[in-house]
Nanobody, 122 residues
Framework: QVQLVESGGGLVQVGGSLRLSCAAS????????MGWFRQAPGKEREFVGA????????YYADSVKGRFTVSRDNAKNTVYLQMNSLKPEDTAVYYC???????????????WGQGTQVTVSS
């Protein structure tokens, strides 16, 4: 299984942008679909967006569509989450995940990262 480590979280103001990174190791990164999830305090973990193993198809939650973009660099074994026009309700711990089935949707989780905190202040 692939091991995942997120980075890039932090504090940002409403309307600002942030880019999260997730570095993969331990297996062939390019064969995995990659996704992002988030969990806000007191809430269940929810799907944010995902990208197929080739990067040709994406799928996003309605709440982030048009604001967030998932991308990948297979040469660097890294997946990114570009977050624009951030809102207070985007505050959460963000996790990347890997799906060996390779499709952006439906997304089945084979590996999780440890998460990175994103806080959007108003």
């Amino acid at each position: 299984q692939v091991q995942l480590v997120e980075s890039g979280g932090g504090l940002v103001q409403v309307g600002g942008s942030l880019r999260l990174s997730c570095a993969a190791s331990g297996d062939t990164f390019s064969k995995y679909a990659m996704g992002w999830f988030r969990q806000a305090p007191g809430k269940e973990r929810e799907f944010v967006g995902a990208l197929s193993w080739r990067g040709g198809s994406t799928y996003y939650a309605d709440s982030v569509k048009g604001r967030f973009t998932v991308s990948r660099d297979n040469a660097k074994n890294t997946v990114y989450l570009q977050m624009n026009s951030l809102k207070p309700e985007d505050t959460a711990v963000y996790y990347c995940a890997a799906d060996l089935r390779g499709s952006a949707w439906p997304f089945h989780i084979d590996s999780w990262g440890q998460g990175t905190q994103v806080t959007v202040s108003s």
